[in-house]
């Protein structure tokens, strides 16, 4: 059974996502896409063999789209999983689910009332093995009870359209998610805690940031976002346990050994980081589907990072920190 995709978006992750799952990912092929340049879009369906459409509901509503991936811009985002919804077609949207953590709850309670998962949401850090070695020192008990984690989270630049808030809301809540994750808890505070500004960094934004999160069962994240680190992509994390400590370090591909230095390299943006876990996640999401299962990060982890990230933004403006207060989770998602 191959499952025939439409894609949303040919930027830069949609026109990647476009090449895998015509010709990476067993048992998928691309049929439609859409974006505003037009021109784009033709030229990456015209690469997988589709056809590009005049309007992403033309992509949802295709009778030769059997499933849709969103790479649309983020505030499209929950009109267009409504419409997947809608039309009984299962999505991956990238994240964010939606941009404000109202319009999640509209995605959740559309989804909830057919009576099944149609949603995964894009945390594809959750497919990383570095990040799976991680989770499975902290569930088996490997360290211990986690008590507290670090995390890093270093961008080479950024462009000068990239704001303050967007370090929360488009980098820091991949940390979001992987907290929840790994923890298996919810945040239920967040605080920004301003730093000496990079003189590197734009001056309307301010880099970096620290971000503490506080768990509900007590424990204490806390993540470094610098957006404008100037070296390179650097994600790190470590969690620290009462027995043991489990670290995830950027993976290297060579090291270089001469002069009495050690050198390695760092990856230079996050499709290099992660292009192969783009790949794994894609597969998990197709053999489910082909099997009848959406899996992966649901509608509901979408909802809690926003509506987390909405508060890092929160605690920014105010200095203050933020409780998080999230609505009852309904039992589709338990």
């Not at 295709?62 to 997947?84: N, T």
């Not at 945040?187 to 970096?208: C, E, F, G, M, Q």
Request: proline share 5%; with cysteine; hydrophobic share 45%.
């Amino acid at each position: 059974m191959t499952i025939k995709v439409g894609v949303i978006g040919t930027g830069n992750i949609g026109a990647d996502h476009v090449t895998r799952l015509s010709s990476q990912v067993v048992g998928s092929t691309v049929t439609a896409v859409f974006d505003v340049d037009t021109a784009r879009a033709e030229q990456v369906a015209a690469s997988a063999g589709a056809v590009a459409r005049g309007s992403a509901l033309e992509v949802i509503d295709d009778p030769g789209v059997d499933a849709v991936v969103i790479a649309s811009p983020g505030d499209l985002h929950a009109e267009q999983v409504l419409a997947c919804i809608a039309a009984q077609k299962p999505v991956l949207c990238e994240k964010p689910l939606a941009t404000t953590a109202t319009d999640c709850l509209k995605v959740i309670e559309a989804e909830v009332a057919t009576g099944r998962r149609w949603i995964q949401v894009g945390f594809m850090r959750r497919y990383d093995p570095g990040y799976k070695v991680v989770k499975d020192a902290v569930d088996d008990g490997t360290i211990g009870e986690a008590l507290l984690a670090h995390m890093i989270h270093r961008n080479a630049v950024v462009p000068d359209s990239f704001t303050s808030p967007m370090a929360m809301t488009d980098s820091v809540v991949h940390e979001i998610d992987v907290t929840r994750w790994l923890f298996g808890q919810e945040i239920v505070r967040t605080t920004v805690v301003p730093t000496k500004p990079s003189p590197l960094a734009a001056a309307h934004v301010r880099d970096p940031q620290i971000v503490l999160l506080e768990l509900a069962g007590g424990g204490v994240v806390t993540v470094e976002v610098f957006v404008n680190c100037q070296y390179g992509y650097d994600v790190r994390c470590e969690v620290v346990g009462s027995t043991g400590v489990v670290t995830l370090d950027n993976p290297s591909a060579n090291v270089l050994v001469r002069h009495g230095r050690r050198a390695q390299t760092v990856p230079a943006d996050w499709r290099v980081r992660f292009g192969a876990t783009y790949l794994t996640e894609l597969q998990e999401w197709i053999t489910g589907l082909r099997s009848g299962v959406v899996g992966g990060p649901s509608a509901w982890d979408g909802y809690a990072a926003t509506a987390v990230a909405e508060c890092a933004v929160a605690s920014l403006d105010s200095g203050a920190p933020v409780p998080v207060g999230l609505v009852e989770r309904p039992g589709l998602y338990v």
